[in-house]
């Protein structure tokens, strides 16, 4: 169905393979599109809870095609300009703005827009083998969503750090600076990732959404509309099933069986 990512469904967890090695999975318009069709899809399917996105081959995704683009411009051609998204579903903020949780399995090189992506997700778990490099500015742009996402990540000092220099760092150093949940043996990665997600399916489907968009939304709220849509959130799960299920589990001292209703 799709040329450049693989999309699968599998015990409510949907994995999103970026399908481009021989290019380390960089990212060209029709990538681009393409991601922005499964994200559609993921949100509207109810068997999706979770979301896991790696890469194929050595790299996670090695940024924007600059070389496609470079290649066009040498036969005269004008890049081609892709159209206009809905900025929800742009691959760079589309796993924090997606409402279910998105695991990060970084399996190798990740550079410029595939930084972006990965600190977009909820859980970012990384191969021993992986290495990042937020490197707009030497490419002589600006950090693009890295500016937005890491000082909510790791504080500013470290943030400038990574974006103004835009030098690569491994695995080993991205943990220390809290970027990661956890790095793992590159053999281990998706099983890593698959365990997590396994977890997460264990829970309310809709609480975990609703907390999702509570954790983003802490950024921007005072105490007091924090505890307004708290207090919202959570009269509209005490109507569901699955909170009932969950109470009556309790009280029958069971482990609670989870529709996503």
Not at 98 to 106: G, Q, S
Not at 123 to 136: D, H, K, L, P, Y
Request: proline share 4%.
């Amino acid at each position: 169905m799709y040329q450049t990512i693989l999309w699968e469904v599998r015990d409510h967890t949907g994995v999103l393979t970026l399908n481009r090695p021989e290019r380390l999975n960089a990212v060209d318009n029709v990538m681009r599109q393409e991601l922005e069709d499964v994200m559609r899809q993921a949100e509207a399917d109810p068997q999706v809870w979770t979301v896991i996105v790696t890469g194929n081959g050595r790299g996670f995704c090695s940024g924007a095609d600059l070389k496609a683009r470079a290649e066009a411009e040498k036969r005269g051609e004008a890049a081609a300009q892709p159209p206009m998204f809905e900025p929800r579903y742009y691959y760079a903020i589309a796993f924090s703005e997606l409402t279910k949780p998105v695991i990060a399995a970084v399996n190798g090189v990740t550079r410029g827009a595939g930084c972006n992506m990965v600190w977009a997700a909820d859980f970012r778990i990384a191969s021993a083998q992986a290495n990042f490099g937020v490197n707009f500015v030497e490419r002589g742009l600006m950090g693009e969503t890295s500016a937005y996402y890491l000082p909510r990540l790791v504080g500013h000092a470290v943030a400038a750090e990574i974006c103004l220099l835009g030098e690569p760092f491994d695995a080993a150093q991205a943990k220390a600076w809290g970027l990661l949940n956890a790095v793992v043996p590159h053999e281990k990665l998706m099983d890593e990732a698959i365990a997590l997600a396994i977890r997460l399916n264990s829970k309310a489907p809709l609480a975990v959404r609703m907390t999702k968009a509570a954790l983003r939304r802490a950024y921007e709220y005072g105490a007091e509309q924090f505890l307004d849509m708290q207090n919202a959130m959570n009269s509209k799960l005490r109507t569901t099933a699955d909170t009932k299920e969950a109470m009556r589990a309790f009280l029958e001292k069971r482990s609670p069986e989870f529709g996503g209703v």
